[in-house]
Nanobody, 121 residues
Framework: QVQLVESGGGLVQAGGSLRLSCAAS????????MNWYRQAPGKERELVAA???????NYADSVKGRFTISKDNAKKTVYLQMNSLEFEDTGVYYC???????????????WGQGTQVTVSS
């Protein structure tokens, strides 16, 4: 019922920048939160950044000061601006949207397909 289309991943050198996008579509009545997770090779998936429906943001300590999460409510799109990229930022980045659908009274999470970010050292 909800589709999340991610884009913007790629290969960059350390110190470079990328901007990820995740566009949501479907029978969405409201969005409670939009999040970015990542999973590095051999590691568990971790929360990188989050933004609530009201605009409050939160970041993992490892990316504070370098990453910025933002959203466009009209476009139902969340962005992750990644600056000063480090080798340790390498991984598959997943968009996660917590939304309420028409016909449901509860929020639930939906996942994007993931986009690869590779930072060369």
């Amino acid at each position: 019922q909800v589709q999340l289309v991610e884009s913007g991943g790629g290969l960059v050198q350390a110190g470079g920048s990328l901007r990820l996008s995740c566009a949501a579509s479907g029978s969405i009545i409201s969005i409670n939160a939009m999040n970015w997770y990542r999973q590095a090779p051999g590691k568990e998936r971790e929360l990188v950044a989050a933004i609530t429906g009201g605009g409050a943001t939160n970041y993992a300590d490892s990316v504070k000061g370098r990453f910025t999460i933002s959203k466009d409510n009209a476009k139902k799109t969340v962005y992750l601006q990644m600056n000063s990229l480090e080798f340790e930022d390498t991984g598959v980045y997943y968009c996660n949207v917590v939304a309420r659908l028409y016909g449901s009274e509860w929020n639930r999470g939906y996942w994007g397909q993931g986009t690869q970010v590779t930072v060369s050292s």
